[in-house]
């Protein structure tokens, strides 16, 4: 069964009497445990697309099913349950919350959205922590973390709650070469060792390279698919 | 929901300047009104208390229109042996009634024998009046104040007076009176002592015994002024006023109108103005304590919530409900309006006690010396804090729920 299945999705933005179509006609099927990514230019509607499969943001037209469950139906609070239950997120500049430490900003998505209980909570964090080997900063807060430790701690929390999962917008677009290459093989790892599908949008043809599927953008259109896995067994 | 105050906690921490400015300015306000309320109060409740203890009892009852031309003490308006007899009557019935006095009151003419004065004259049965008037006997400042508050053939009179008149403890005096008929007479009293003044009506009047007066005023029967009622509990005036009040409403004179009166201290002396101001005042000090918690915690609410826009984002991509985004937000106001009110609470607590420690002593009209010893009540200190609390929660729910309803996109976008 497929994890993401849009058909003929549409995204238009609306400024006054100017439309501004994000998204034009997208087909595409995600399946799960795989590692993907959307690339193109600038404008081409990843992060639109990244929005809406991440139920941020509803389609225009047609039809965008995650997990058996039609996003344009979620209303705001259905919308933020299913975020909660199914879905991790990665952001470009880390976005953790600055007043918390590395544990408690792992915790967070257990303790405010899932409210699991303390004793489960602290063996999850802990496993996750050790997943992406922060254990020994767990008491450090954002402030006194480099760029590459902030993003390990936030593919930590994406996935601290078992989502299904983890969408990251541009997730290297801030960290140098190397520590890019790291983040990126830390989310594979968490994929093969947690079952977790992982979709990422960038620009980088290095980091691109690295998604086992790849769906090409540009201006609103998914130009091409392709599938690394096929072409090295073709 | 420990969760959320943690959280709020950490949050209110980021901005170590701003929430300490914020709580200093709750806890300012909270000094400023819980201080307002003890000194106002006790100030108002020792007053209240002269007036009451040492002057004219908690209740007065009088002949119908005796009060409207009290300026005048018009003997034709006394009450005459039956009055007396009901009101006594009536008294009885009243539980929370601790005891009352007959007064004869008259005003006169107060002569050393070179000079002459007019005085206002209480004719008074010695051992009821100090029951009624407890703090009376404590007032006086020269002579005699053991033993009965004055005897037969005895005045006591102010301080202000014995000076005009410089006289002193010891001295004989004669004190005219014009009788109900219009004929004079005179009798010599020696004055016994002499009472410090004290501000109000009655505050400088002078007193014999009831005997002399009616003796002096040639009266044919017992008849009284004024009956001044002592309450147990001055709690209690309001229901036993609307009590006395009925029962005294049976007689009625031709007219068909009732022929005595009762009224409460606060009908008979200006000081009660003086006490709904403080009362006023008391409320507008509220009305700026509430003005100065809600600007402060909305402006520092508003400007939690502008500048964790992403912040805010974020929270909510990850699936935090608006209902939660919108406690954590009360949360730091709850906070704010519940640390601000604690350290207000406690140093306003401190400075009473400061106060009791070591006394202020001010004058007030008359009176001398007067020692300021503030209290403030518990319940009076809950509602306080209670509504620096709800304020301070109301002016975070304009704030929180803008960051409950911010849209997760819009807010990740915000730079």
Redesign the interface.
């Known amino acids: 069964m497929s994890l993401v299945i849009a058909s003929d999705l549409t995204k238009i933005y609306r400024a006054g009497d100017i439309e501004v179509p994000a998204i034009k006609g997208a087909d595409f099927v995600i399946e799960p445990a795989s590692f993907v990514a959307f690339v193109g230019p600038s404008g081409s509607g990843k992060s639109t697309l990244l929005n809406m499969i991440g139920c941020l943001d509803h389609p225009s037209s047609g039809t965008l099913t995650v997990l058996d469950t039609d996003i344009a139906k979620l209303d705001r609070r259905a919308a933020a349950e299913f975020r909660g239950k199914y879905i991790g997120f990665i952001f470009q500049d880390f976005n953790l919350v600055p007043v918390l430490t590395a544990y408690e900003n792992i915790e967070y998505p257990l303790r405010m959205v899932q409210q699991w209980p303390a004793a489960k909570r602290r063996e999850q964090v802990m496993r996750l922590l050790t997943a992406v080997g922060m254990e020994a900063q767990a008491d450090k807060r954002p402030d006194q973390m480099s760029g590459g430790q902030k993003q390990r701690v936030a593919v930590a929390r994406a996935l601290v709650s078992n989502a299904r999962m983890v969408l990251a917008d541009e997730p290297t677009a801030n960290l140098d070469h190397d520590t890019a290459y790291r983040i990126i093989e830390l989310m594979r790892r968490m994929r093969d060792e947690f079952g977790t599908t992982f979709i990422f949008s960038t620009h980088d043809p290095k980091i691109m390279a690295e998604a086992e599927v790849t769906f090409t953008l540009e201006d609103g259109r998914v130009l091409s698919r392709n599938n690394q896995q096929e072409v090295a067994h073709a | 929901m420990l969760?959320?105050l943690q959280?709020a906690g950490?949050?209110l921490?980021?901005y170590r300047r701003r929430t300490l400015l914020t709580l200093l300015l709750i806890v300012i306000g909270m000094v400023a009104v819980l201080l307002f309320i003890a000194v106002t109060g006790s100030f108002k409740a020792m007053m209240v208390g002269q007036i009451t203890d040492s002057v004219l009892g908690h209740l007065e009852v009088h002949r119908k229109g005796y009060v409207a031309s009290i300026d005048t003490l018009p003997l034709n308006l006394n009450m005459q042996p039956g009055a007396v007899a009901r009101v006594g009557e009536a008294l009885e019935q009243i539980d929370a009634v601790e005891t009352w006095s007959p007064r004869v009151k008259f005003g006169a003419m107060f002569s050393n024998f070179t000079e002459t004065t007019s005085i206002r004259v209480n004719g008074v049965d010695p051992g009821r009046e100090a029951a009624t008037v407890p703090l009376l006997p404590g007032r006086m400042i020269e002579g005699a104040r053991d033993g009965a508050l004055v005897g037969k053939g005895e005045i006591v009179i102010p301080v202000l007076l014995a000076r005009g008149m410089k006289v002193a403890v010891g001295d004989t005096v004669v004190v005219v009176a014009t009788n109900r008929d219009g004929s004079v007479n005179g009798k010599t009293f020696v004055i016994r002592s002499i009472t410090e003044g004290i501000s109000g009506p009655g505050g400088r009047d002078g007193y014999i015994h009831i005997d002399d007066a009616r003796d002096l005023l040639r009266m044919k029967e017992a008849e009284v002024s004024e009956i001044a009622i002592r309450l147990s509990d001055p709690a209690q005036l309001e229901r036993v006023t609307g009590v006395l009040r009925q029962a005294l409403a049976g007689g009625s004179n031709p007219e068909a109108k009732p022929v005595l009166e009762v009224h409460t201290w606060a009908e008979l002396s200006p000081f009660a103005s003086l006490a709904k101001m403080i009362d006023l005042m008391t409320v507008f000090i509220k009305v700026v304590l509430v003005s100065i918690v809600l600007v402060s915690v909305m402006n520092v609410m508003v400007m939690a919530v502008y500048e964790r826009i992403?912040?805010i984002?974020?929270?909510?991509?990850?699936?935090?409900?608006?209902s939660?985004i919108l406690s954590?937000f009360l949360g730091e106001g709850l906070l704010l309006g519940v640390i601000g009110t604690a350290l207000g609470t406690a140093v306003s607590l401190a400075v009473i006690y400061a106060l009791n420690v070591w006394p202020v002593h001010f004058a007030f009209g008359q009176q001398q010396d007067l020692v300021l010893a503030p209290e403030i009540g518990a319940l009076q200190v809950a509602g306080i804090a209670l509504m620096v609390v709800g304020v301070a929660l109301l002016a975070s729910l304009q704030p929180a729920w803008k960051a409950a309803r911010l849209d997760?996109?819009d807010a990740?976008r915000h730079v």
């Open positions: 969760d959320v959280i950490r949050n921490s980021r992403r912040e984002g974020t929270i909510a991509a990850i699936g935090t409900p608006p939660r954590l997760p996109i990740l």
